[in-house]
């Protein structure tokens, strides 16, 4: 079957935007796209895929053609939801629309607001991501689910609340750099490690941000992307589901669907992890990027807190992860964060990532979670087209 | 790119089960697709489409997952929805994973439960497949989106209430002989205009029920269906969208979504109108099925009521619609009616449509609208594989 592109992406800064709708944040992401490519415009696009969880307050039926229609855009829109992992599986589903044939150009994206929510509701909002009836309902919170990781993963490898928290200062750091970032400011070891505990043993600065925003991605066929300069091949993409509930799962040291996911974007590129060059891992808690790295197997098990030690993962270490302050720092505007992780890859391996720009980056690996790992999805991109 | 066939299908009764759930529903449509075709079991599901409304008191972010976990199947599972029309596009969406060779057999299904909602909560319900802001949030219950349509209709073609009735009548006669239907008694024409008025012009009789149910579709790849016999070659899919607000567009009297997926769906089969044998159009309400007649190029502007009246679209007519006895008698689980449509045309073109099986059917049409159009998906299937 003929191969899929990213010929074009952009994305709204992540953030809190008061004076914005899901429509108007949706737009701007598909007018940037749109301008990120030079000759493609509105009529070239096909088909649309929307990721976006959309709880409440909003348009729930239908939403996704109710942001599209908004955007300008004319065309079959899909709207699909795996919590957390919304957009990544909205890219996954425009590249089996191009590779099918029945699309040559695809918009896929997805946004979210949250920032209209207080406390309680808030809370509410991402236990959701959760299993319901035995967890959220019976009152585990969704930073709850990943403390229960972070607890058993600390007993299992003698890791430290500081090993957590090196993955949050990274990710501040360099988010320090992203302008379109949520939480763009440098924080301390002691910062994060001292802050007031969320969920133990998971402090603040181990949380993700609730974010508003939208990110969209222009999927398109090796045809159409022959005209094109800047494009990125889609070398491999693999999905996975597990059970919802953690409760249910035999590990709190892994999320089996990330290794799932992972071992068939490997085997659909023709790669190993020892292959990639940038990563964007889905670290919506600090917990989940040390997970990552090791369901994604850039290391061993239990190895994760050494990579972090040796700065392995920094933006100028041998393998760069979440350059753009990842979910932690850059926001996690849910339904957002997948597609907003190829607009990242895309950026890196284009040469446009400005000031947080990795040199000599060819293969870039996105990874994007559902909730506490009821679904992931992992997608590998190959520059240099 | 290769072609897609459906090689098995199957449903539970749509209907009020308050002692089932939404995954013990799935469960048993996925049970019995799977025991619909022998010889391929849950080893052999490569994904799954899950198509759902689910706006409450279920699993809501991954929801897809939570069912197909459930059903016993351990696959990369995406939840789609548009409204009404998910499980219509969760099938498309399995074809275009077919045809892009990431998979060779994907279930696609979908599921609601609404009954276990009361009086104003039923109500509200379906309102959010309309718009949100400027329809349901100012008082607009969805029987009175359509009913705006009904009015406009009646008062361009001089349409009368039987006109409508007549839709109704035919579809319970149907649903009389299918042991799957929520209404499955029959009605008279007095009986249907004369009931009580819901949203002038439309009667109680003119009205879908709100249903439980779920159904299910084995999709596959042409070299997987030539191992089985009993399949149905997908000849095409067209999909389309519009403004989600019936307000903003121009003609109530068609649904101009309805009108774009069918030339796709007719364009990638290479057929016209004049080649459908049977359909199952979307008639959530009366005037739906009316407009669908003239959408998909039954018949001219104006015509479906003289369609109706010469029994055309009867069970023993010349283009039989709704055999299943439609969304207005089968009854309206929302996420699972465009799976069940799919489902209906794979047993009348293999010949397992029981009491109501249509003679010499060839190709089958399945046209499912998302709320009051702001989405349609047009399947055509074609037996004697």
Same mark, same amino acid.
């Given at each position: 079957?003929?191969? &899929?592109?990213?010929?074009?992406?952009? @994305?709204?800064?992540?953030?809190?935007?008061?004076?914005?709708?899901?429509?108007?944040?949706?737009?701007?992401?598909?007018?940037?796209?749109?301008?990120?490519?030079?000759?493609?415009?509105?009529?070239?696009?096909?088909?649309?895929?929307?990721?976006?969880?959309?709880?409440?307050?909003?348009?729930?039926?239908?939403? *996704?053609?109710?942001?599209?229609?908004?955007?300008?855009?004319?065309?079959?829109?899909?709207?699909?939801?795996?919590?957390?992992?919304?957009?990544?599986?909205?890219?996954?589903?425009?590249? @089996? &629309?191009?590779?099918?044939?029945?699309?040559?150009?695809? !918009?896929?994206?997805?946004?979210?607001?949250?920032?209209? !929510?207080?406390?309680?509701?808030?809370?509410?909002?991402?236990?959701?991501?959760?299993?319901?009836?035995?967890?959220?309902? %019976?009152?585990?919170?969704?930073?709850?689910?990943?403390?229960q990781m +972070? *607890?058993a993963y600390?007993?299992a490898?003698? &890791?430290?609340?500081?090993?957590?928290?090196?993955?949050?200062?990274?990710?501040?750091?360099?988010?320090?750099?992203? $302008?379109?970032?949520?939480?763009?400011?440098?924080?301390?070891?002691?910062?994060?490690?001292?802050?007031?505990?969320? /969920?133990? $043993?998971?402090?603040?600065?181990?949380?993700?941000? %609730?974010?508003?925003?939208?990110?969209?991605?222009?999927?398109?066929?090796?045809?159409?992307?022959?005209?094109?300069?800047?494009?990125?091949?889609?070398? *491999?993409?693999?999905?996975a589901?597990d059970r919802v509930g953690l409760f249910e799962r035999e590990s709190y040291t892994s999320i089996p669907a990330s290794e799932d996911?992972? /071992?068939? +974007?490997?085997?659909?590129?023709?790669?190993?992890?020892?292959?990639?060059?940038?990563?964007?891992?889905?670290?919506?808690?600090?917990?989940?990027? =040390?997970l /990552?790295?090791?369901d994604?197997?850039?290391?061993?098990r239990?190895?994760? $807190?050494?990579? =972090?030690?040796? *700065?392995? %993962?920094?933006?100028?270490?041998?393998? $760069?992860?979440?350059?753009?302050?990842?979910?932690?720092?850059?926001?996690?505007?849910?339904?957002? %964060?997948?597609?907003? @992780?190829?607009?990242? =890859?895309?950026?890196?391996?284009?040469?446009?990532?400005?000031?947080? @720009?990795?040199?000599?980056?060819?293969?870039? !690996?996105?990874?994007?979670?559902?909730?506490s790992g009821g679904?992931?999805?992992?997608?590998?991109?190959?520059?240099?087209?």
């Amino acid at each position: 079957m003929r191969d &899929a592109y990213v010929v074009g992406a952009g @994305q709204t800064a992540f953030g809190a935007f008061p004076r914005e709708s899901y429509r108007s944040l949706f737009a701007t992401a598909v007018e940037r796209a749109l301008a990120s490519v030079d000759g493609l415009d509105r009529g070239d696009v096909d088909e649309a895929v929307v990721g976006t969880l959309g709880v409440g307050g909003r348009q729930i039926g239908l939403s *996704g053609p109710a942001v599209t229609e908004h955007a300008g855009l004319s065309v079959p829109t899909t709207r699909v939801e795996n919590a957390c992992a919304a957009s990544g599986y909205a890219v996954r589903n425009a590249v @089996q &629309a191009v590779k099918s044939g029945m699309a040559d150009v695809v !918009l896929a994206g997805g946004y979210e607001v949250m920032t209209d !929510l207080s406390g309680d509701a808030a809370k509410y909002w991402l236990g959701v991501s959760g299993e319901t009836e035995w967890e959220r309902l %019976t009152g585990t919170t969704f930073a709850g689910t990943y403390a229960q990781m +972070a *607890g058993a993963y600390a007993e299992a490898y003698d &890791a430290t609340v500081d090993d957590l928290s090196r993955a949050a200062v990274k990710n501040h750091a360099n988010a320090a750099k992203n $302008p379109h970032a949520h939480l763009g400011f440098e924080c301390s070891l002691d910062d994060a490690s001292g802050a007031a505990t969320v /969920a133990d $043993p998971l402090t603040l600065y181990h949380c993700c941000p %609730t974010s508003d925003g939208a990110a969209a991605v222009l999927v398109a066929s090796e045809e159409v992307a022959a005209e094109f300069d800047d494009t990125a091949r889609v070398a *491999g993409v693999g999905a996975a589901s597990d059970r919802v509930g953690l409760f249910e799962r035999e590990s709190y040291t892994s999320i089996p669907a990330s290794e799932d996911a992972a /071992a068939t +974007a490997y085997e659909m590129a023709g790669v190993g992890p020892g292959d990639v060059d940038l990563a964007e891992v889905h670290d919506c808690f600090a917990i989940a990027e =040390l997970l /990552a790295y090791e369901d994604l197997g850039f290391c061993e098990r239990g190895e994760a $807190p050494e990579l =972090l030690r040796e *700065g392995v %993962t920094d933006a100028d270490g041998d393998l $760069p992860v979440n350059v753009s302050g990842g979910l932690k720092a850059k926001g996690h505007p849910i339904g957002a %964060t997948g597609a907003g @992780q190829i607009v990242e =890859l895309w950026k890196q391996l284009t040469g446009r990532a400005g000031d947080r @720009q990795v040199a000599d980056a060819n293969l870039g !690996l996105a990874h994007n979670v559902g909730g506490s790992g009821g679904a992931a999805v992992v997608t590998l991109l190959e520059g240099g087209a």
